[in-house]
């Protein structure tokens, strides 16, 4: 058999070469890489849970009406997405203080903020992803003053269903990182929610305990990777298929 082609790899995913035109596989490896990957590991299952939440997370979002490059699960690592031109920036939304943010402005981890912000970093690795004022982005072309009010736009109706499906299974949604990408149609060009949604990119505290149940738990030697997003998971109804059902069997009257 023919190997398929491999169209790009970076830390967490690979892309392959899709069946239809204008399609891509996306595959989700086991490696967790953190601080621009000076901290590296692979932790069992990460890509499966991972391949999974996206899923979850982006059929939710093309349900509501805010597209994205989901199109279906493939197997347990891998899903069918459509194939875009990423735009170079990393949109952060952020509701309460952490991380970066909590450290560059000397607020306390867990400070609820005003309202949400929105904040972007140029990805560029080998910088470091700086942070970026809109000016920039435009000065260089990265996206034109429109192409910003939509992706202001699409982000706030993500973190909008994101903080809501979250707080309904008791998580705070603290903060998270999207990418979003350019897909032609005919004469027009539209912007859509792409790369992946997971706990890799978003912060996530048990809203009860405080507990984090996201990718600083690697960042910060915290416990188990895996068992926080298997929690995510299992709150969100949202099983690796190898996982025994552990539901008690209903009686049929
Ligand atoms: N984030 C990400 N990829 C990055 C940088 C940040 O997914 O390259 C996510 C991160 O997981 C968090 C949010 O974006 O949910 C804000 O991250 P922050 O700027 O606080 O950076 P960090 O403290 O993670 O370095």
Request: glycine content about 8%.
């Amino acid at each position: 058999m023919a190997r398929r082609k491999k169209i790009y790899e970076g830390k967490a995913k690979i892309l392959y070469e899709g069946p239809e035109p204008g399609t891509l596989v996306q595959y989700f490896k086991d490696d967790a890489t953190a601080f621009n990957a000076e901290k590296k590991a692979t932790v069992d299952g990460k890509g499966v849970l991972n391949n999974r939440l996206s899923e979850f997370f982006m059929t939710g979002l093309n349900m509501i009406g805010v597209p994205t490059h989901f199109i279906r699960r493939i197997n347990m690592r891998e899903q069918l997405i459509r194939s875009v031109e990423i735009i170079p920036l990393e949109v952060i939304v952020r509701n309460v203080a952490a991380g970066s943010m909590a450290k560059r402005l000397g607020l306390e981890e867990g400070t609820q903020l005003p309202r949400p912000i929105i904040e972007f970093s140029y990805k560029d690795d080998a910088l470091g992803d700086p942070l970026v004022p809109e000016e920039y982005i435009i000065a260089f072309g990265w996206a034109s003053q429109q192409d910003m009010d939509d992706i202001v736009a699409l982000a706030l109706r993500v973190n909008d269903y994101l903080s809501g499906v979250m707080y309904g299974v008791g998580i705070r949604l603290v903060d998270f990182k999207i990418e979003i990408g350019r897909v032609y149609e005919g004469d027009f060009m539209r912007l859509i929610v792409a790369d992946e949604i997971s706990p890799d990119s978003c912060r996530l505290w048990d809203i009860a305990t405080g507990q984090k149940l996201d990718k600083d738990v690697f960042r910060r030697d915290l416990g188990s990777l895996t068992d926080a997003y298997t929690e995510v998971a299992r709150r969100l109804g949202v099983m690796p298929a190898n996982t025994p059902n552990t539901s008690k069997p209903t009686l049929i009257n």
